[in-house]
């Protein structure tokens, strides 16, 4: 009697956002949360020009960068489908603000190929990769590299004076 072989594949779970047409994903497990952006981000000084500011998200300052900003993107006001995505970064936690979150998508390792050298404007320095899904390319980003280990510890560093 034959038995057949069920092969797995790994897959990786993504928080799909757009900024403006473009979508991009991150990997779930560095998300902690994501929010509407209905409070307001207080500015601190001598913040890099990406940053925002920071919010107080129950009791903890969170700073809080602007993607568009970051990648040299055309930037746009704040609307009612923006949201704020918390990420785990170097021990930190730092929000994204992105134009709307568009899904959770679980894709197959297979379907993601190398980053271009440029993709849509944003440096392929920034990218993981590109995952195919359908009709659908979503660009995967390397936050590591979207905020360097320094810049999260300056964004930290940030909290403890917004927090004084």
Not at 33 to 48: F, G, S, Y
Not at 125 to 153: H, M, P
Request: glycine residues 4%; proline residues 4%.
């Amino acid at each position: 009697m034959r038995e057949k072989l069920q092969v797995r594949e790994e897959t990786k779970q993504l928080v799909v956002f757009k900024l403006g047409d473009e979508e991009f994903g991150v990997d779930i497990l560095q998300v902690r949360e994501i929010e509407k952006l209905d409070q307001p981000i207080t500015r601190v000084p001598r913040a890099p020009e990406f940053v925002e500011g920071v919010i107080n998200l129950r009791g903890e300052v969170i700073p809080i960068v602007d993607l568009r900003k970051r990648f040299g993107l055309v930037v746009r006001d704040i609307s009612n489908q923006s949201r704020v995505i918390i990420v785990e970064l170097n021990n930190n936690q730092v929000g994204m603000v992105v134009d709307a979150v568009v899904e959770v998508l679980r894709v197959n390792l297979s379907d993601i190929d190398p980053a271009p050298a440029i993709t849509k404007g944003v440096d392929a320095y920034f990218l993981n990769g590109v995952a195919k899904q359908n009709d659908r390319l979503i660009v995967l980003l390397n936050l590591e590299k979207a905020l360097s280990a320094e810049e999260t510890k300056e964004l930290s560093s940030m909290n403890m004076e917004a927090a004084e």
